[in-house]
């Protein structure tokens, strides 16, 4: 089945920095990556996402790149703000499932 | 309006009880999902329906057993509680194969 590996588990940045979350999947299959940000004591909430057909996809202060070949993708957060502070979920979808597989999480911090 | 709805949103039982999480999307989506997430918040697949039909079943031990009374609705059941069932339990809903939407989550303490 898909495996879905996030890098870091944590990301302490200061208010204003970027900051950049990788993920890697195994199935060359796969063929949708959301991405979700869940606050404390809430369910995740989708924020950004891309299909395999597109390489980026910007929204604002979040941007996703898509990397087919070497089977990776990253979220871009930009002029980082405290209230962007939560843990952030990767996933992805085989083509023909409709469950996604989820990255570890990373939790950012955002230092004012 | 709350699109994805769970219920209760904590749930304190003793373990060997049995208990039922229900779930509520108003979206109109064919599919929905219960998920699970571990105290080092790994967010796992447990079920999935699509229009009242189950659809995935993953490895989840036969304790728990889902219910759908209509594509609106998604409960889980959960027989003789253990103490490793601790977790959040999310539901979550889809049109298809298109984005998913995550209720608030049931927080689950086996005593």
């Known amino acids: 089945g898909e495996n879905v590996e996030q890098h870091p588990s944590t990301l302490s940045v200061q208010e204003g920095d970027s900051a950049v979350i990788k993920c890697t999947y195994s199935?060359?299959?796969?063929?949708?990556f959301p991405w979700y940000k869940q606050e404390l004591g809430k369910g995740p909430q989708l924020i950004i996402d891309?299909?395999?057909?597109?390489g980026e996809k910007k929204d604002q202060r979040i941007a996703v790149t898509l990397n087919k070949t070497a089977k990776h993708f990253s979220l871009h957060i930009t002029e980082t703000q405290p209230e962007d502070s939560a843990v952030y979920f990767c996933?992805?979808?085989?083509?023909?499932?409709?469950?996604?597989?989820f990255g570890s999480g990373t939790r950012l911090q955002v230092q004012p | 309006d709350t699109a994805v709805s769970q219920t209760p949103k904590y749930l304190v039982t003793q373990m060997g009880n049995d208990k039922s999480i229900k779930c509520e999307q108003n979206?109109?989506?064919?599919?929905m999902y219960w998920y699970k997430q571990d105290s080092k918040k790994f967010l796992k697949i447990m079920f999935s329906?699509?229009?009242?039909?189950?659809?995935i079943n993953e490895t989840v031990p036969n304790r728990f057993s889902p219910k759908s009374p209509d594509k609106a609705h998604l409960n889980l059941h959960i027989n003789s509680l253990e103490l490793g069932d601790s977790a959040v339990y999310f539901c979550?809903?889809?049109?298809?194969?298109?984005?998913?939407?995550f209720g608030p989550g049931t927080r689950l303490l086996v005593l």
């Open positions: 996933a992805s979808r085989g083509a023909g499932r409709r469950a996604l597989t």
């Open positions: 199935d060359s299959a796969s063929n949708y």
């Open positions: 891309i299909r395999s057909n597109v």
């Open positions: 979206l109109g989506h064919d599919t």
């Open positions: 329906y699509n229009n009242k039909e189950l659809i």
């Open positions: 979550a809903s889809s049109p298809a194969q298109e984005t998913q939407y």
